[in-house]
């Protein structure tokens, strides 16, 4: 089955110190992964994927097939990146995404 | 840029209501998607569309049914809400990139 996972529901640092969010998937072909992020009060909307390798607002993520991972970090936080990230996976050709179940990240002063 | 609207931002429905939310894109966009957003579960994908009255189900179209007459339209229809179906419904439209564009949600409460 196909499944996106993150395991952290709330992930809390102080400003300045290192982030990782979590994502795993579950997929037997070759994935499209992307990062979602919605920011308090504002649309949903794309922050990376995979296939373009930007580092976006400071936030990179590399996809390991050997762990089938596509963990988001940066190294140093900022409180504005405090807001609720989601991993997706798009299934070869189908254009459906499926959503991990997001992660809150709280960024504090 | 990418405009994605949604008809309403709050709703407050009784139970046994039929509901319509209606979405509208303006890029001409073939794909556009229904979710819900539900703390703790995530986005669950209810309906999408790929042309004009083309649907196909998602992984929760149970309660719901969709209508896209026009390509920059796609509603969705609560045919008798229930309590359970109270949550965050999120429209969207996809690139030929991949990328989906949101429409800002619209909170439905039935009561």
């Known amino acids: 089955a196909q499944r996106v996972t993150q395991p952290e529901k709330l992930l809390s640092v102080f400003k300045g110190a290192p982030v990782e969010l979590k994502c795993n998937y579950s997929?037997?072909?070759?994935?499209?992964l992307f990062w979602y992020v919605q920011y308090s009060r504002q649309r949903l909307q794309l922050l990376l994927r995979?296939?373009s390798r930007e580092s976006i607002k400071g936030f990179t993520a590399d996809l390991n097939k050997g762990e089938t991972s596509f963990h988001l970090k940066k190294p140093f936080a900022q409180e504005e990146d405090s807001a609720m990230y989601y991993c997706?996976?798009?299934?070869?050709?189908?254009?459906?995404?499926?959503f991990g179940q997001g992660t809150t990240l709280q960024v504090k002063p | 840029d990418v405009k994605v609207t949604q008809s309403s931002r709050y709703l407050v429905k009784r139970t046994g209501e039929k509901v319509f939310l209606e979405c509208v894109q303006d890029?001409?966009?073939?794909?556009m998607f229904w979710y819900r957003q539900d703390p703790g579960l995530g986005l669950r994908l209810i309906y999408f569309?790929?042309?004009?009255?083309?649907?196909e189900k998602g992984d929760i179209p149970e309660g719901y049914s969709v209508s896209r007459e026009k390509k920059e339209r796609f509603s969705l229809i609560l045919e008798s809400a229930s309590t359970n179906q109270t949550s965050m419904y999120l429209c969207?439209?996809?690139?030929?990139?991949?990328?989906?564009?949101f429409g800002p949600g619209t909170r439905l409460t039935v009561t």
């Open positions: 997706a996976l798009i299934p070869s050709n189908t254009g459906k995404l499926i």
């Open positions: 997929y037997s072909g070759s994935p499209e």
């Open positions: 995979h296939i």
């Open positions: 890029m001409d966009h073939e794909n």
């Open positions: 569309s790929y042309d004009v009255k083309m649907k």
């Open positions: 969207a439209s996809m690139a030929a990139s991949y990328e989906q564009y």
